[in-house]
């Protein structure tokens, strides 16, 4: 869709149409206007809003296309982008008469509600709130990527849209002077009161859902909405219809055990409101998440995996006998009901089909590789589904959906189920869910028939590749030349929009990630001039960082460095001006950061870096200026001025941020016996074997409960676990002499091989690249076999959850459907995982060795 106004320039990518007013200042954020619309009013809004446009001073985008705004408004971008037809970015002070003379225009005019936003007129589609104008992202502390809006008082904010109204504190609402800027209100009573509120479910794009109670019959209730005009398809279609047949469904299946029943219908303005009988508060995701996996092998009779699948077959057979196919059974629609361990539900029939008819939609990796584009689906349908929602259930993990194709999806989700239950113990339950997730009825229907009679089917052993020298050298080369492309992706505007590239700058998430990991593969083709591109376009941005090591403008710093694109030592990346290189408080206001990832130990560990650099460069007055920066960060954690603020439990051996490496102990550790091997300070070298000690201490805690069933996964990972608390043991061992250390370390390293087969993401932070890492560290050091071995089983098990073939993988990112470069949550830090397990070891992004 083409849009102008006379005196201002326009463009279009895949997404928006822009225009910018010349006469326009430069505000990095402020108070800007959304104005809401439906896919076939959009050309019409437009219209009316361009000549209020035409006679302001301001910014502005539009949704390209009905197809694209259908897309918004779908929820599936994300829950804040729902409603944003078109965005205004108006002169400050002026905010309030663009609004009201678009309420004006736009009177009696509908359109989703925008959740991130405050309505300016309960009678037109137009909301606000105060967010960026431009595009200054950086990874944030939980790792996370943010808009960073700095306040008068230098405090930092994220700009980035959410699924409610919030407001940094410096700004005060125009349209309400006074009003503070917290979350829309809580929620009211519903149902003209009847139903009071007592906590939300879940928030989603199409509507929440709310646990209530029912003060006139005295019970508690689930509350279901559906958001107006949300989901709309080309036939007008919305979130509201889908309940509306939920609520038609519930009816056919009313007395089903296992099944919700419908006690209310009602309107609420525009959303709709379906009541239901509660089933319970533990869907079959969260307890999975909490508890560990389902198995067979007795150690916990109540969480026997062929015992739930007998259970919800049951439930599948008595929906299927009122003619009505589910159509999106997942773990998050299973609800245990804890007063009976033998019970479960099956909830959410929002798609269901009855009698053949339904509004159709499916999930990813549940009911989407076999249901139909057209046409009624069938019972053999929910039975695929139904063997997807046993392999969460046996490994805590969603069926693979990188691929494009569903076969090679479906196939790796079988390798890794293979590698989650081995052994004869599981062979039935094994080949059960093998049957189901058969792409032919026929197959998956006599797989529940055995399911029903406790039979055993015939197993097939998943294909696996043999780890060799040959095999990782094409893995490496493919994953070298995918990100060399993401490399010209990021520094190529176009691109970058079309392809949604993220264009942070940091280590940890962004261009100086990627191209640290790229420097090690320069005699490669392309690679140099891809990092020199890289580099070229890092030093130009703009960016507010904080002085961090892996999330701030000290890795930023060493990357240019390596690359030999010098910024000098503490300088802005993109003006050479002189900035600080500590920190003199955190970003909320409060003490300094000690952290590894944003705080002092990564800024000292950075410096240490950046100083071998410039000694290699023969430049010894930047290496001591850059030592200089790493004592005075060992003197900040000395005298407890930087502290630590763990953002997980505190508690000993709960898979926790407190002993991490990312934001605890074990990351301290790390900058200290670094430090303290650089610089030979006697007083240094003491803090290092103390803090080691004290890691030490709690490592076989943390081990122990990394072994019980019902332990989480996170305790592998090597942001928040093992595996980084054994990189930092593996080290101290080395630094301080200290062979126990790496006794220690070895003992983490199995327990982390342990959680590996159900740990989802590949990636280094939190997933199997890192896992990974740990095991090449340890056989480094130690020299034994067995760490080489499961080394190289962590890399089957990353080849198992990715895409592509073998030998050319697509690597899946943190969201799991896509690859991305990123070093922390893509495919530079999967590199680095194969590149060393190639090589024996070798240089590790991080440590001086």
């Known amino acids: 869709m083409a849009v102008s106004i006379a005196g201002r320039s326009g463009w279009s990518d895949d997404t928006w149409s822009y225009l910018n ?5 430069a505000m990095e954020h402020g108070w800007k206007l959304h104005v809401s619309a439906r896919p076939g009013d959009l050309g019409a809004v437009t219209g009316l809003v361009l000549p209020v446009l035409s006679r302001h001073v301001c910014h502005a985008k539009f949704a390209r296309d009905p197809q694209t705004l259908r897309r918004l408004n779908s929820g599936e971008v994300s829950a ?15 905010v309030v008469e663009i609004a009201r003379e678009l309420v004006d225009v736009l009177r009696d005019r509908e359109g989703p509600r925008v959740v991130s936003d405050r309505r300016v007129d309960p009678r037109a589609p137009v909301y606000y709130r105060y967010g960026p104008f431009t595009g200054d992202y950086r990874t944030g502390r939980s790792g996370r990527l943010e808009s960073v809006m700095t306040g008068p008082d230098g405090r930092i904010f994220d700009g980035l849209a959410a699924g409610r109204y919030r407001c940094p504190p410096w700004a005060e609402d125009p349209f309400a002077p006074g009003s503070g800027p917290g979350d829309e209100p809580s929620v009211p009573g519903l149902g003209g009161g009847r139903y009071t509120v007592t906590a939300g479910i879940r928030r989603s794009p199409r509507g929440n859902v709310y646990r209530a109670v029912d003060r006139t019959a005295g019970r508690p209730v689930v509350v279901k909405q559906a958001r107006a005009f949300v989901g709309e398809d080309e036939s007008g279609t919305d979130a509201r219809h889908r309940l509306r047949n939920e609520r038609t469904v519930l009816a056919a299946l009313d007395g089903v055990p296992g099944v919700p029943r419908a006690l209310d219908y009602f309107s609420h303005q525009c959303d709709e409101y379906l009541v239901m009988s509660s ?16 198995r067979d092998d007795g150690t916990r009779p109540a969480r026997g995996l062929s015992a739930l699948a007998s259970r919800l077959l049951r439930v599948l057979d008595a929906i299927h006998d009122r003619n009505v196919v589910v159509r999106d059974l997942k773990p998050d629609n299973v609800v245990l009901d804890a007063s009976c361990p033998g019970h479960c539900h099956v909830i959410d029939f929002g798609i269901s089909e009855r009698d053949g008819t339904g ?14 584009a057209t046409g009624p689906a069938a019972p053999a349908d929910d039975l695929y589904a139904l063997g997807a929602t046993l392999f969460f259930a046996a490994t805590g993990m969603d069926p693979v959906i990188v691929d494009t194709g569903h076969e090679v999806n479906r196939d790796r989700t079988l390798a890794c189920l293979a590698w989650a239950l081995p052994g004869r113990a599981h062979r039935r339950i094994r080949s059960s869910v093998t049957g189901l997730l058969s792409f032919d009825p026929a197959v998956r229907t006599a797989a529940a028939d055995r399911l029903r009679t406790g039979t055993a089917g015939p197993a097939r052993r998943p294909a696996r590749p043999r780890i060799d020298s040959a095999l990782l050298d094409e893995i490496i080369e493919h994953t070298t030349a995918f990100c060399v492309g993401e490399a010209h992706a990021i520094v190529d505007p176009v691109r970058a929009a079309r392809l949604n590239v993220p264009t942070s700058i940091d280590v940890y998430g962004g261009s100086s990630g990627l191209g640290l990991e ?3 593969h320069a005699h490669r083709p392309h690679v140099r001039s891809a990092v020199t591109a890289l580099a070229r376009w890092t030093a130009q941005q703009s960016r507010n960082l904080p002085p961090g090591f892996y999330t701030g403008r000290t ?11 010098e910024a000098g030592p503490g300088a802005d990346a993109r003006s050479g001006h002189p900035v600080p290189v500590l920190p003199d408080r955190a970003p909320d206001g409060g003490p300094p950061e000690a952290d590894l990832i944003a705080g ?5 560990l950075g410096r240490l870096l950046l100083a071998r650099h410039a000694l290699r460069s023969g430049d010894r007055r930047t290496a001591d200026g850059h030592l200089a920066v790493a004592a005075g960060c060992d003197r900040m954690l000395a005298t407890g001025t930087a502290r630590l603020t763990p953002t997980g439990s505190e508690t000993a051996g709960s898979a926790a941020l407190s002993e991490g490496i990312a934001h605890g102990e074990a990351g301290v550790a790390c900058f200290l016996l670094e430090y303290g091997g650089a610089s030979g300070n006697r007083d240094a070298i003491s803090r290092s074997a103390r803090a080691a000690a004290r890691l030490a201490a709690v490592t076989p805690d943390i081990i122990a409960a990394a072994a019980e069933p019902g332990a989480t996964r996170r305790y592998g990972s090597w942001c928040r676990g093992l595996a980084g608390i054994g990189t930092v043991l593996v080290r101290a061992a080395g630094l301080l002499d200290e062979p126990r250390y790496l006794g220690l370390a070895a003992r983490a390293a199995r327990a982390c091989a342990a959680l590996a087969p159900r740990m989802p993401l590949v990636t280094q932070c939190c997933g199997l690249a890192g896992v990974g890492e740990l095991m090449v560290d340890v056989a480094e050091t130690s020299g034994a076999e067995e760490f080489r071995e499961a080394a190289e089983t962590v890399a089957l098990l990353i080849l198992s959850r990715s895409g592509g073939t073998w030998s050319r993988p697509v690597f899946p990112d943190t969201g799991l459907t896509g690859a991305s470069a990123a ?15 190639r090589d024996g070891g070798g240089p590790r992004l991080g440590l001086l060795a």
């Open 518 to 520: 790229l420097l090690h």
């Open 80 to 94: 804040a982008a729902v409603g944003k037809a078109i965005t205004v970015y108006p002169l400050a002070g002026t």
């Open 823 to 837: 070093w922390a949550g893509g495919s530079a830090g999967v590199l680095a995982f194969f590149r060393r397990l």
């Open 555 to 565: 890795g930023v710093e060493l990357f240019l460095a390596e690359a030999g694109w």
């Open 21 to 25: 007013d010349p006469r326009m200042p």
């Open 359 to 372: 509004p159709g939609g499916a999930t990813p990796g549940y009911g989407a590789p076999v249901l139909r």
């Open 279 to 294: 089933c319970g508060d533990r869907d079959l995701r969260r307890e999975v998440l909490r508890n560990g996996p389902y």
């Open 600 to 604: 002092a130990a990564g800024i000292g």
